[in-house]
C-alpha cells in the first residue's frame, strides 16, 4: 500500500507541476486552486508512504516521478524539447526509482 501511496504522490506532484505552469499563463483562481490541491495532495500521499517505507528512498521516487514525470508532460502538452540525450536521461531517472523499489 506504501508504494501506491507514493505512485499518487508523484503524479499529484506532476499535476501540480502543470498547475505552475497554467497558473503562469493564466493567472486566475481556479489555477491557484488546483495548484494547492495537487501539491496538498501529493505532500498528503507522501506522508502517508513514509510511515512505512524509509524516508530517503521515498523521497528520491517521489522527487523522481514529480521531474521526470513534469519533463514528459512538458514534452507533450508544452512543446518542449523532445531530443534523445533528453529522454535518455529521463528514463534513467526513472530506471533509478525502480532500482529503489527493488532493493527496499
Known amino acids: 500500500m506504501a508504494w501506491v501511496s507514493l505512485v499518487l504522490a508523484g503524479c499529484f506532484e506532476m499535476f501540480g507541476v502543470l498547475m505552475i505552469n497554467k497558473l503562469n499563463k493564466d493567472r486566475n483562481a481556479a ?35 514529480g521531474a521526470s514525470g513534469g519533463a514528459i508532460l512538458g514534452m507533450i502538452f508544452y512543446g518542449e524539447p523532445k531530443n534523445i540525450s533528453r529522454i535518455l536521461f529521463i528514463a534513467l531517472v526513472l530506471a533509478s526509482a525502480v532500482g529503489l523499489k527493488l532493493v527496499s
Open 31 to 65: 489555477a491557484l486552486l488546483l495548484l494547492l490541491a495537487g501539491f496538498g495532495l501529493s505532500f498528503l500521499f507522501l506522508s502517508i508512504a513514509m510511515k512505512t517505507l524509509p524516508m530517503g528512498t521515498a523521497y528520491a521516487v517521489w522527487t523522481g516521478i
